[in-house]
């Protein structure tokens, strides 16, 4: 790692790295799929019952000594590096996103939609800003 950092930087490139992205709960799908094969639409309350305790499935994500020790030493060596944590935008108060405006954020447990993906992105920027400039 430490010779690909430097060998970016030295091209003059901005290094950014981002950090794993907080798992879903493992039928988390099936929490949409129930709603629609129910016909609730629309439905505030609902819709939020698809967000997640990130203690459920997350034990050890991104906290996992040698990965922390990582990310430190890296920051710690490289100050430009800038890391992004997807866990600052997903979730708050311990409580992850499972819909962003009605719309699935994960497409399996593992992988968010193109489309969460995307409005995180937007979000990031707003609140952060570019990560590149």
Partial sequence: ????????????????????????????????YTRFKNRIFHQEKDIDNCNFDINETN????????????????????????????????????????????VPTYRDDGHLTDYASYQLGVKYAKEIGDPFQ
């Fill in 1 to 32: 790692m430490d010779e690909a950092i430097s060998f970016i930087e030295k091209s003059g490139a901005k290094v950014v790295l981002m950090k794993e992205i907080p798992r879903a709960k493992y039928d988390y799908l099936n929490c949409f």
């Fill in 59 to 102: 034990k050890g994500i991104n906290n996992t000594l040698w990965v922390a020790e990582m990310f430190q030493k890296i920051q710690i060596k490289y100050p430009s590096v800038v890391i992004i944590n997807p866990a600052d935008l997903l979730c708050h108060g311990g409580k992850c996103l499972g819909n962003i405006k009605g």
